[in-house]
């Protein structure tokens, strides 16, 4: 049986197609850290998205 994750406030469930061989060195990589899959790859997300941030003008 299938189950939906609980969403926390201000947070929206995704899924996306990722290729077998990265999703297993991004799971390794995750362990290695002590993070879950999702934490590492929100993690990733945000130090890319603040580093690529343009200045406010």
Do not use: H, W
């Not at 609980?6 to 929206?12: D, I, L, Y």
């Amino acid at each position: 049986m299938k189950t939906t994750p609980v969403e926390e406030p201000g947070t929206r469930y995704t899924a996306f197609r990722c290729p077998e061989d990265l999703l297993e060195v991004a799971k390794i990589k995750a362990k290695k850290d002590r993070r879950s899959l999702s934490n590492y790859i929100i993690t990733l997300i945000d130090k890319d998205v603040k580093e690529n941030a343009e200045p406010a003008k």
